[in-house]
């Protein structure tokens, strides 16, 4: 059965679309264990019934109905357990013979999907192996399912019932808008191009024929670039590249795709799709190999598809950025002052993008599957950040309560502008520092109309992962200065260059299993002290006549890497002297975001002027959840109390040492979590410029003393829920609701 389920899961993967992709799965299934019926369910909401999307039959039993309700017989009943169902002596429609039925529910994240079911005329009993390999193959079928359908594949009447209802993501950025649906969908993939219907087909087929004739001069460009080096028997690969191209069945079968009136994108990834299954499941290997080469040229002639098309050159004024997986290069694309809201398929709270929606202060949904993307292009819809909700197609009764919650949002936020001179201090007089999140060079502009106490991170990636290579040491120096001279003299703590995991160097491709305990921050530095030489020389010289830099160390585990780190600081810094500069050593800090970290505050102490901690990967590594997954978005909570205990420690534990201690994680933007941090004793809190002064409203609201005994009762709590549940009843009490819901109140 092994075998069996591999080469199910290699077909459904090279399947032109999901209807392929189920078919093949019942014939398989059908022939594997031998039974005269095989079939396939998903469930339509909007119907109320299951729609038969696949069957194979050796025609013994009569075709399975198009349509079953939700409730009715053996269907109903896998989907109503949600467990598998076997059953003996049903008598079959129409017929004298016996049936045996297997059933197992498709079920992706509690909610089912649907039902593969197995039948057979004669006496038989379904043993524990075969309903292993059907639960097998339903729990492979479930991601490729909600895929297909999310993506618009499949239940279009499904897709549709979603309009006027809310659709569930995690909670991002907090706050609410309102604006036109524009979908981003990635580039050159196949598997991310869903169907859509056109009526011009002239203009299609055109279109096609423009990009198959691009990438036909590709490989003749290509050919002619390697010729004089490469030997002839390998140039014979060209030719096969253009035989491809040139196939008139290839061409023809786009076409046809085209004339039933797809677009040419989904044209062509049906038939592509189609033509790489077949040549997958034939023996001879060098046909076999061939399915690769037809995959690659196919992703060749949509990324000029994509290219003669482009993304779109009018942005609406309030757009709502949606997309199956969005980049910080495409929320970049969005010209200024248009982007209102980001809803992304795939990745959760705290991935890299809502990090950067959230430094851009755009209410963000993360997570939303479920998303009918194709049914929302261009469509009105409404952005609730505050709970993770998705409106399509509103009515004129939810326009205006959120038009009005919108509106005492600005209202709430220009009375808070009376605050932006007065200082971050509770009413009992505890001083809590308020600084900013920044890693652009605009972000210098927040200097003059932002009172923060300086600059608590800056991430200094981001000016890497815009680059086509690594910036030169001149280009890193001119940013970095403008940086410090718009903040001077407010201290600016740069990060050193912090890659890998979620945020990769598109020049610089790292293929790892487990990418976010792999070669990230720190580790990549020192592995490569040109690079962190080139760096560190840049941030010293920035300073010159300013005074105002402070260097912080990222993804430290051990003492060793900060003696490593601080021997290549004093390195760069006797480069900068001898260049005639005089600049002030700077203080040096490490951020806490490996567990391990925080049990050596003690020995790191002795290195260092002070420590911040980041709270994202600290949490992910505490609760051993992916924040950028999606299927356990829901269980990433900073809130987690063996997370609060955690930075309870390291506040204790800094402060012995005499060492200041803040907090530059995403945590600090959340007005629950502010409270807590406030009484837990951090020095400093870092965040993003859209939120600052609504914190600053708590620490001058909330006295350090409430805040302290608050988080004694909290840290009693043994449940996140409870834990943000209670401390939002405070904030209420303290008229401060406004923080954490839609509206003023």
């Not at 076997?86 to 529910?105: D, I, M, Q, Y």
């Not at 034939?282 to 040229?297: F, N, S």
């Not at 403008?482 to 260059?497: K, N």
């Amino acid at each position: 059965m092994l075998a069996i389920l591999r080469q199910i899961a290699q077909e459904i993967d090279l399947a032109g679309d999901l209807t392929s992709a189920l078919e093949v799965v019942t014939r398989c299934v059908r022939v594997a264990m031998q039974v005269h019926l095989c079939q396939i369910y998903l469930i339509d909401h909007k119907r109320q019934h299951y729609m038969l999307m696949a069957f194979d039959s050796n025609d013994i039993l009569p075709e399975p109905s198009e349509w079953v309700a939700l409730n009715e017989g053996l269907l109903g009943l896998v989907a109503e357990k949600m467990a598998p169902i076997a059953h003996l002596n049903l008598t079959a429609p129409h017929e004298s013979n016996k049936l045996a039925f297997l059933g197992v529910p498709i079920v992706y994240h509690r909610q089912v999907l649907g039902v593969i079911a197995v039948e057979e005329v004669n006496h038989r009993i379904f043993s524990e192996d075969e309903e292993a390999f059907l639960v097998t193959l339903a729990a492979q079928l479930a991601g490729t399912v909600v895929h297909a359908r999310d993506m618009g594949f499949i239940l279009r009447a499904e897709a549709t019932s979603l309009k006027a209802s809310c659709l569930q993501g995690i909670p991002a950025v907090p706050g609410v808008a309102i604006g036109e649906a524009k979908i981003i969908y990635p580039l050159a993939d196949l598997d991310a191009i869903p169907d859509r219907i056109i009526t011009d087909i002239a203009a299609e087929i055109n279109r096609f024929n423009a990009a198959l004739h691009s990438a036909r001069l590709d490989i003749v460009q290509l050919q002619q670039r390697v010729e004089p080096t490469l030997p002839k028997e390998e140039q014979v690969l060209f030719s096969a590249y253009l035989q491809v191209l040139n196939n008139a069945e290839l061409h023809m079968g786009i076409c046809e795709e085209i004339e039933k009136g797809q677009w040419a994108e989904g044209a062509l990834r049906r038939v592509i799709k189609k033509h790489v299954l077949q040549f997958s499941g034939m023996t001879d290997p060098y046909l076999k190999e061939r399915a690769e080469d037809i995959l690659a040229l196919g992703q060749r002639v949509l990324y000029h598809l994509q290219e003669k098309t482009g993304k779109p050159l009018h942005y609406p004024q309030k757009t709502i950025l949606i997309g199956e997986k969005l980049t910080a290069a495409d929320l970049a694309d969005v010209p200024l002052g248009l982007l209102c809201g980001v809803v992304s398929y795939s990745g959760a709270g705290n991935s890299h993008v809502a990090i950067l929606a959230r430094a851009l202060n755009v209410p963000t949904i993360m997570g939303a599957a479920g998303l009918a993307i194709v049914e929302l292009e261009d469509k009105p819809v409404v952005v609730d950040g505050y709970h993770g909700c998705l409106y399509s197609n509103p009515s004129a009764k939810l326009l205006r309560k959120y038009t009005l919650w919108m509106q005492e949002e600005k209202e709430l936020d220009k009375e808070l502008q009376a605050l932006r001179h007065l200082p971050s201090e509770t009413s009992d007089g505890r001083e809590v520092s308020l600084l900013l999140n920044a890693g652009l060079e605009s972000d210098a502009t927040l200097a003059s109309t932002l009172a923060a106490s300086g600059v608590g991170l800056f991430r200094t990636e981001i000016s890497f992962m815009n680059k086509s290579q690594f910036p030169t040491e001149t280009e890193q120096r001119n940013l970095y200065h403008t940086i410090l001279r718009a903040f001077a003299p407010r201290p600016v703590t740069m990060r050193t260059l912090d890659i890998g995991g979620d945020k990769a160097l598109p020049y610089l491709p790292m293929q790892e299993d487990n990418p976010f305990l792999g070669w990230r921050g720190i580790r990549f530095t020192l592995d490569h002290p040109d690079i962190f030489l080139m760096q560190l020389r840049a941030m010293l010289s920035a300073s010159d006549g300013l005074n105002n830099l402070q260097i912080m160390l990222p993804m430290i585990t051990s003492v060793e890497e900060v003696d490593e780190a601080l021997q290549l600081l004093r390195r760069a810094y006797a480069d900068v002297q001898e260049q005639g500069l005089k600049i002030a050593m700077p203080k040096v800090g490490v951020m806490l975001e490996v567990p391990a970290a925080i049990y050596q505050i003690a020995d790191l102490a002795k290195r260092v002027d002070f420590f911040s901690v980041g709270s994202n990967d600290l949490a992910q590594y505490l609760l051993a959840v992916d924040r950028n997954n999606a299927r356990v978005g829901d269980r990433f909570d900073a809130l987690h109390p063996a997370v609060l205990r955690v930075l309870r420690d390291a506040v204790e534990k800094a402060h012995a040492c005499h060492k200041p201690i803040s907090l530059c994680g995403e945590i600090a933007s959340d007005a629950v979590a502010a409270v807590l941090l406030l009484g837990l004793g951090f020095d400093q809190l870092s965040m993003n410029a859209g939120i600052l002064l609504r914190i600053k409203w708590i620490i001058r609201t909330i006295s350090y003393k409430q805040a302290q005994e608050l988080v004694e009762r909290i840290l009693l709590l043994d449940d996140a829920v409870l834990i943000r549940t209670e401390v939002e009843k405070m904030l209420d009490g303290a008229g401060l609701g406004g923080l954490t819901r839609a509206g003023k109140k």
